[in-house]
């Protein structure tokens, strides 16, 4: 909900941050510190805490978006002497969005079914795509580098360091 409201007040300009991960990584605080919000009107530790958890998200979010963006300018290299501009719009697209359709693709690029679906093909040939899942018709297709990016379990660890420093201090 918090990352949507920040999305709605055009602080973040989509839903990048995903905190569930760093509360669940460092629940004891979590509910420590909501008690001594309750029993104690304690809310500049839960604030500190909480501006933490967005600090070490948006830094999890900011290296995902870079490895994205890197991948991308792989691709875009190892594309570039030998394709055309609806290849490079599509891969373009993927990275917003790993999963296409040859129907979305056609809508996307402006473009027939048949002259997306030898788009495709060429991302597929690239091993840029893969076909996910068997169906015959209504195919779809992933970039699954960039799925397994975004797939990744938040950096935990480095938030558990956090939480083990906060205990320390005690």
Not at 36 to 44: H, P, T
Request: hydrophobic share 40%.
């Amino acid at each position: 909900m918090i990352t949507l409201f920040l999305v709605e007040r055009e602080i973040l300009p989509s839903p990048l941050l995903y905190l569930s991960a760093f509360f669940e990584a460092t629940r004891r605080d979590y509910y420590d510190l909501l008690t001594s919000v309750s029993e104690r009107g304690d809310w500049e530790a839960w604030i500190l805490y909480f501006l933490r958890g967005v600090s070490h998200q948006a830094r999890d979010a900011l290296d995902r978006v870079a490895r994205i963006n890197e991948t991308r300018e792989k691709w875009r290299k190892r594309l570039a002497s030998r394709q055309t501009t609806k290849v490079m719009r599509l891969l373009d697209r993927i990275t917003g969005n790993p999963f296409i359709t040859v129907s979305g693709a056609a809508q996307e690029l402006d473009v027939a079914f048949t002259t997306a679906q030898r788009t495709i093909d060429t991302l597929l040939e690239q091993k840029i795509l893969v076909q996910a899942g068997d169906a015959r018709r209504d195919r779809v297709y992933v970039a699954k580098a960039l799925l397994d990016i975004l797939d990744e379990p938040a950096d935990v660890l480095q938030a558990e360091k956090l939480d083990g420093k906060k205990r320390q201090r005690r």
